[in-house]
Nanobody
């Protein structure tokens, strides 16, 4: 079972940037589908970034053009670069993984993922 540990959250002002990291306990490339989710108080956990059939990034419309998902396979680490942050980006951010049985875009919702990190808080003030 893969273990995931997020880091990099914090408090920033609107327009600021943060980079989240998700360190995996094993090499996930090709074996797991990975994604970033977030959950604000009183809201459902939503996917903000994942990958398509070709392994290319896909983003929720709310973060498109501002967030970038990437990975360093040598370090078993997934990243989420977040630029031009807005107060509505305030949430707990989670890294998630699921064994790759189907193509990654199939795993759209939090219910599809069974490995989660502990989360890292991102707070954006106006």
């Amino acid at each position: 079972q893969v273990q995931l540990v997020e880091s990099g959250g914090g408090s920033v002002q609107s327009g600021g940037s943060l980079r989240l990291s998700c360190a995996a306990s094993e090499n996930t490339y090709g074996s797991y589908c990975m994604a970033w989710f977030r959950q604000a108080p009183g809201k459902e956990r939503e996917r903000v970034a994942g990958t398509d059939n070709l392994g290319l990034p896909i983003y929720d419309d709310s973060v498109k053009g501002r967030f970038t998902i990437s990975r360093d396979n040598a370090k078993n680490t997934l990243y989420l670069q977040m630029n031009n942050l807005k107060p509505e980006d305030t949430a707990m951010y989670y890294c998630a993984a699921v064994a790759r049985i189907m193509t990654c875009p199939t795993y759209r919702t939090a219910l599809h993922y069974n490995y989660w990190g502990q989360g890292t808080q991102v707070t954006v003030s106006s």
